[in-house]
């Protein structure tokens, strides 16, 4: 058996760890006791050797990832550990009504820090798996973690991929990471999303393969579809514009600056609807659109990609996020809808509701706000972990 590295804690830099919170970064070590290399079991103590938690050590800032906090202190970090750990996490989709529901077969299985599996993402889609790991120390663990995968999932299981190259260092992924099929073959994956139809491209497609964390701010979107001209801007698969369309949209604009994200949109608007005429698709980049577009909306949708994945870029992201709804709110007609979204995780709420705040302010438009959106549960929040809470929107009502 490996006998895990012991890491002891500078004086006065448990504070952290002591209030769960799952991070240990490098500057916090006092010392350490054994060989280190990425991917190893690790125990963390404090300065007068109590033992305050146990999860695998990599060399990066984030040192350790916590996996266990006392009294909880596994002996090893095998198979068995990681089946308990992703059986907890599908039980949660059961209770939360997602796992082996018949309306909604796509959802996250596992969301890193909210399921005490820092650094680990899964998501389902109809029987695939896609596993994204960010931390080259959990990565070290991924045939485990597919071997606990097929026991949990037993004969409903049809594939599953590592997808991690894009969300682990550069210096690490070039040499030993590829994008790879573990088990099975994921060839073309049909999902449904609260009965929707939606066509997955887990190989090429973003992230994992598609944005699950929008569902419940989509099945929002159909209260105030009905009736009116919608712009569904950053659409990627077209998500917002399906359950528009369903909604009773009379038209339907599909906004992305990807050709690749447009053909998949039209593929799953023709899924869902055949022949559309009220569905149409603009390959364009979304601020150049909005400045120079002559249309008028009476609901736009603004979800981007993250602005700052980094303190330092914070500021620049907040200018970035004021000058797109700025323009957003000039396209809107009086009496009109704004759903505008954040996933930058340096970008807290407050931030964020300043920031459009500005927009409305600077366009000279009054606006209220009708709701505060988060992310859906599968994506739950670890409260001793708030860094968790990513992705923050807000419905307006633009007058």
């Excluded at 590295?5 to 830099?13: A, D, E, F």
């Excluded at 290399?37 to 033992?51: I, L, Q, R």
Aim: with cysteine.
């Amino acid at each position: 058996m490996q006998i895990p590295l012991k890491i002891v804690l500078q004086p006065g830099k448990d504070g952290a760890i002591r209030r769960f919170h799952p991070w240990v970064f490098s500057g916090a070590i006092k010392k350490i006791h054994g060989n280190a290399a990425d991917g190893m079991h690790a125990e963390v103590f404090s300065h007068h050797d109590d033992y305050l938690g146990a999860g695998i050590y990599q060399d990066a800032t984030i040192a350790v990832r916590i996996l266990a906090f006392p009294p909880s202190r596994p002996e090893r970090l095998d198979e068995a550990f990681w089946q308990k750990k992703i059986e907890k996490a599908y039980q949660l989709r059961k209770t939360i009504g997602l796992a082996e529901s018949e309306q909604t077969n796509v959802y996250r299985l596992v969301h890193g820090e909210g399921d005490y599996l820092p650094g680990l993402i899964i998501d389902h889609y109809n029987g695939h798996l896609v596993i994204q790991a960010h931390a080259t120390g959990i990565h070290a663990y991924i045939g485990q973690i597919a071997n606990a995968l097929k026991i949990v999932y037993g004969n409903d299981l049809k594939s599953i991929t590592d997808k991690s190259r894009d969300t682990l260092p550069d210096a690490y992924w070039q040499n030993k990471v590829f994008d790879a099929e573990i088990y099975g073959k994921p060839e073309k994956v049909a999902v449904l999303e609260y009965g929707y139809k939606f066509l997955i491209d887990i190989e090429k497609g973003q992230k994992t393969g598609f944005f699950i964390d929008q569902r419940e701010n989509r099945k929002l979107l159909a209260h105030y579809a009905s009736g009116k001209k919608v712009l569904n801007t950053f659409c990627y698969s077209g998500g917002f514009s399906v359950y528009g369309l369903h909604a009773g949209a009379t038209e339907m604009h599909s906004l992305d600056s990807s050709a690749k994200a447009m053909e998949l949109t039209e593929r799953n608007i023709e899924l869902n609807f055949g022949n559309e005429p009220r569905h149409r698709t603009i390959t364009q980049d979304t601020m150049q659109y909005l400045k120079r577009t002559e249309e008028s909306y009476d609901l736009i949708i603004l979800d981007p990609p993250a602005y700052a994945k980094h303190t330092h870029a914070r500021h620049n992201a907040l200018q970035g996020y004021k000058r797109l709804n700025l323009e957003a709110i000039k396209r809107i007609k009086p009496g009109g809808i704004l759903f505008t979204f954040s996933c930058s995780q340096v970008v807290d709420m407050p931030l964020f509701r300043g920031t459009v705040l500005a927009a409305a302010i600077e366009a000279g438009r009054s606006a209220r706000i009708l709701h505060q959106m988060t992310q859906p549960t599968d994506h739950p929040v670890n409260i001793f972990h708030p860094e968790g809470e990513y992705l923050k929107g807000l419905v307006l009502l633009v007058e």
